[in-house]
């Protein structure tokens, strides 16, 4: 998959809205319990859920390195997409303490197999010092998965005891960073988060804050439609690229896309059961009842119309198919429906 770039996307989405709107009082406190919420329903419930599946996965790459049976591969692999499930919901707050992680970065082959044909100790010291290329989601997911599916050609490789040991070590970072970021949140992020304060340097005050979530989530929303689907010139007019899909090896990519827009979802709905109970969606609801409601639509409609892409995801990209274009334009219809209904609310204004 394409990448957009993180920082801005939200922020510059968050500015039109602002510029195109007349200013119409939305009250701070109505806001900052909404914060207090998110915090308290969502995002560290997400994380605690996010570290409890985090957890078993050094196990499981334990087993699959010194065994290398294919079952004990296949439970591997499975606890890979288990966690990467959870990471991907939580992608709508990728914000504050996340920004840093790197846990998503594009796998770089070369400097992988330089690391294994090295002989640096592969101990916890090491491997955080690692640039991100060599490590998080798709390091383990290089090692433990190959383009032309030789699961046979994968566990021979994992006889390489350095291999086994990389393969570990990289686990036990991720698992270690993914529980730091829970420890984040819980110990003052969301906290700071819901009680923005003028000497606070990320949440000086309740616009920054409420900011920082609607852009998160409408640059969610924007990389997917802007880079994860589409391709130079627009999904029908340019020449699609599967050699940039995000999850290719493991043919994970759908399912990325369509954790991530449940994530925005999550935020918007204020639960992580699908049910809609607060969250942002009741403080556009209150003030514009249409943009709410077409919010809510765009949301469904963009998860629906991501899942409808044919697996697997290189071929369908390769070969043009329509699903793909209809999920572009039902998740850039969710990035309007935010930047032009969503985003003026939860700024402090409404169009008139």
């Not at 770039?5 to 922020?11: I, K």
């Not at 699959?64 to 709508?92: F, Q």
């Not at 960073?177 to 420890?183: E, H, T, V």
């Not at 892409?309 to 043009?320: C, H, K, S, V």
Request: proline share 6%.
């Amino acid at each position: 998959m394409l990448r957009a770039a993180r920082p801005g996307g939200g922020a510059a989405i968050l500015a039109v809205g602002l510029v195109a709107c007349a200013p119409v009082s939305l009250g701070d406190g109505e806001r900052r319990v909404a914060l207090r919420e998110l915090g308290t329903d969502v995002i560290v419930p997400q994380l605690f859920d996010l570290v409890s599946e985090a957890a078993p996965m050094v196990h499981a790459m334990e087993r699959a390195s010194a065994i290398r049976l294919p079952g004990h591969l296949a439970l591997a692999r499975e606890a890979w997409r288990s966690v990467r499930r959870a990471w991907k919901r939580s992608e709508a707050f990728g914000f504050g303490p996340a920004t840093e992680l790197e846990l998503d970065r594009v796998a770089d082959p070369a400097q992988i197999e330089a690391e294994l044909a090295g002989e640096d100790q592969l101990d916890a010291a090491y491997l955080e010092a690692l640039p991100g290329s060599r490590k998080g989601f798709h390091a383990i997911e290089y090692l433990l998965f190959r383009a032309d599916g030789d699961d046979a050609a994968v566990l021979a490789a994992l006889v390489s005891g350095r291999r086994q040991r990389y393969l570990v070590a990289a686990t036990e970072n991720l698992v270690a960073r993914i529980a730091g970021l829970r420890d984040e949140w819980t110990d003052d992020h969301a906290e700071r988060l819901a009680t923005p304060a003028a000497d606070d340097p990320d949440y000086p005050t309740i616009d920054r804050a409420i900011g920082a979530v609607v852009g998160e989530c409408a640059a969610v929303s924007g990389r997917i439609a802007d880079a994860r689907l589409d391709a130079p010139g627009g999904v029908t007019a340019g020449a699609p690229r599967p050699e940039l899909e995000e999850s290719a090896l493991s043919d994970n990519s759908i399912a990325d896309m369509a954790d991530a827009l449940r994530g925005l979802r999550n935020i918007y709905f204020g639960s992580r059961s699908g049910e809609a109970v607060g969250g942002l969606g009741e403080l556009v609801r209150a003030a514009a009842p249409e943009a709410d409601a077409r919010a809510r639509a765009a949301i469904e409609a963009a998860i629906a119309a991501v899942e409808r892409i044919p697996t697997p995801y290189r071929a369908a990209l390769a070969e043009g198919a329509p699903a793909i274009a209809a999920a572009h334009a039902a998740v850039a219809e969710l990035r309007r429906s935010l930047a032009e209904g969503v985003t003026p609310v939860l700024a402090g204004t409404t169009s008139p």
